[in-house]
């Protein structure tokens, strides 16, 4: 049973509810410019140099200077940032928010046109997959940064401590801890992503780091390779899985839920081992608790995409019924998000 007390302080939150119609407001503003900040690389000029010249930074991006004077204003009157003769200077809650810019890539990036049209597919005239869509890849990016930002360390050191030659990481995204761990071990990996544009955003990366004869980038469909109806002879070599926020929406259709477990199981025969981690349903809340980042996004998000989300106990109930039993779990970053080191019998 899923306890507060082992959760991590900023599970809680600090977004006091109810949320005040000018918090509700400026914080919509602020996470565009957040999301506008880092796409425009202005977070990482700020990050490495503390500053950024707004007449260099419009030569160098081919930007309109104009408008990116005003952007930077957008970001000083948030206290991001301070304008001194055209230059500006990275505050703290500047560095906090750049530090977190993944939820922002994931929220705006990702799900702007389903939040956009929350009333249209609650209605009928709009419908998700159709036309409404996430974007995968901004999905997959988000997920990459928040990785490097706050969850690598722990994985690395989890994984760290496994005996393996092959990794498969399913839903890999950018394929980022695919290509960290190649490099640091020399094991080999192969990453399963659905989206055509986060296997393009790996096969680059995978380039880029040099780890072309270790790494491969697969564009497949996890529930297929669970189902047995795509298969992929790489795979029966793989002796470790694992797998990060991908898990709910391989247990999205009821009818299929109790077999996607053993059908991993099946799909990977020779794996031992077992590294999953996702975000899981929040236990129901006292009236007086504050909000953390990222909760109630994930969960509307997931409601109107019809994915439903599960408790903690579930995930472990389904882990046991597939003769997976948990060496370790551990509280993993994102609020509520949890992860098992899991061996197969
Ligand atoms: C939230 S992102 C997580 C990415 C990466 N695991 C990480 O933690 O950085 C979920 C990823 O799963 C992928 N995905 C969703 N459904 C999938 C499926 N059925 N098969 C393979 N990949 C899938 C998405 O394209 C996306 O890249």
Same mark, same amino acid.
């Given at each position: 049973?899923?306890?507060?007390?082992?959760?991590?302080? @900023?599970?809680? =939150?600090?977004? +006091?509810?109810? #949320? %005040?119609?000018?918090?509700? $407001? /400026?914080?919509? *503003?602020?996470?565009?410019?957040?999301?506008?900040?880092?796409?425009?690389?202005?977070?990482?000029?700020?990050?490495?140099?503390?500053?950024?010249?707004?007449?260099?930074?419009?030569?160098?991006?081919?930007?309109?200077?104009?408008?990116?004077?005003?952007?930077?204003?957008?970001?000083?009157?948030?206290?991001?940032?301070?304008?001194?003769?055209?230059?500006?200077?990275?505050?703290?809650?500047?560095?906090?928010?750049?530090?977190?810019?993944?939820?922002?890539?994931?929220?705006?990036?990702?799900?702007? @046109?389903?939040? =956009?049209?929350? +009333?249209?597919? #609650? %209605?009928?005239?709009?419908? $998700? /997959?159709?036309? *409404?869509?996430?974007?995968?890849?901004?999905?997959?990016?988000?997920?990459?940064?928040?990785?490097?930002?706050?969850?690598?360390?722990?994985?690395?050191?989890?994984?760290?401590?496994?005996?393996?030659?092959?990794?498969?990481?399913?839903?890999?995204?950018?394929?980022?801890?695919?290509?960290?761990?190649?490099?640091?071990?020399?094991?080999?990996?192969?990453?399963?992503?659905?989206?055509?544009?986060?296997?393009?955003?790996?096969?680059?990366?995978?380039?880029?780091?040099?780890?072309?004869?270790?790494?491969?980038?697969?564009?497949?469909?996890?529930?297929?390779?669970?189902?047995?109806?795509?298969?992929?002879?790489?795979?029966?070599?793989?002796?470790?899985?694992?797998?990060?926020?991908?898990?709910?929406?391989?247990?999205?259709?009821?009818?299929?839920?109790?077999?996607?477990?053993?059908?991993?199981?099946?799909?990977?025969?020779?794996?031992?081992?077992?590294?999953?981690?996702?975000?899981?349903?929040?236990?129901?809340?006292?009236?007086?608790?504050?909000?953390?980042?990222?909760?109630?996004?994930?969960?509307?998000?997931?409601?109107?995409?019809?994915?439903?989300?599960?408790?903690?106990?579930?995930?472990?109930?389904?882990?046991?019924?597939?003769?997976?039993?948990?060496?370790?779990?551990?509280?993993?970053?994102?609020?509520?998000?949890?992860?098992?080191?899991?061996?197969?019998?």
């Amino acid at each position: 049973m899923e306890s507060r007390s082992d959760w991590p302080p @900023d599970w809680t =939150g600090r977004s +006091a509810i109810p #949320i %005040s119609v000018d918090e509700a $407001f /400026n914080g919509y *503003v602020a996470a565009q410019i957040v999301f506008a900040l880092d796409r425009l690389g202005l977070f990482e000029e700020l990050l490495e140099h503390g500053q950024a010249d707004v007449r260099a930074a419009a030569v160098r991006l081919g930007a309109d200077q104009r408008m990116l004077g005003e952007l930077l204003r957008a970001a000083q009157t948030c206290g991001y940032v301070v304008l001194r003769d055209d230059v500006a200077a990275i505050t703290p809650a500047g560095r906090d928010m750049a530090f977190m810019r993944g939820y922002f890539t994931w929220a705006v990036g990702g799900y702007a @046109d389903l939040f =956009g049209n929350i +009333a249209g597919l #609650i %209605s009928g005239g709009r419908r $998700f /997959n159709s036309d *409404v869509f996430r974007d995968e890849a901004m999905v997959a990016l988000g997920a990459g940064q928040n990785d490097r930002a706050f969850m690598a360390e722990t994985v690395d050191e989890v994984v760290g401590q496994l005996d393996f030659t092959a990794i498969a990481d399913l839903g890999s995204g950018v394929s980022a801890r695919l290509c960290r761990m190649a490099a640091a071990r020399g094991v080999r990996g192969v990453g399963l992503d659905i989206s055509d544009a986060a296997t393009r955003l790996a096969e680059d990366a995978i380039r880029r780091a040099g780890l072309d004869g270790n790494v491969r980038a697969l564009q497949a469909d996890v529930l297929g390779v669970v189902k047995g109806t795509e298969n992929y002879p790489v795979l029966a070599e793989v002796d470790a899985v694992m797998s990060f926020f991908l898990l709910h929406d391989l247990l999205a259709a009821p009818d299929t839920r109790s077999r996607v477990m053993p059908g991993l199981r099946e799909a990977f025969p020779k794996a031992r081992t077992f590294v999953l981690a996702d975000t899981m349903l929040r236990p129901a809340q006292p009236a007086d608790a504050t909000l953390p980042v990222f909760s109630a996004g994930y969960e509307l998000a997931h409601a109107l995409m019809g994915v439903p989300l599960h408790t903690k106990d579930t995930y472990e109930a389904l882990f046991a019924q597939a003769g997976l039993r948990t060496r370790q779990v551990l509280a993993f970053g994102t609020p509520h998000s949890w992860l098992y080191v899991l061996d197969a019998d």
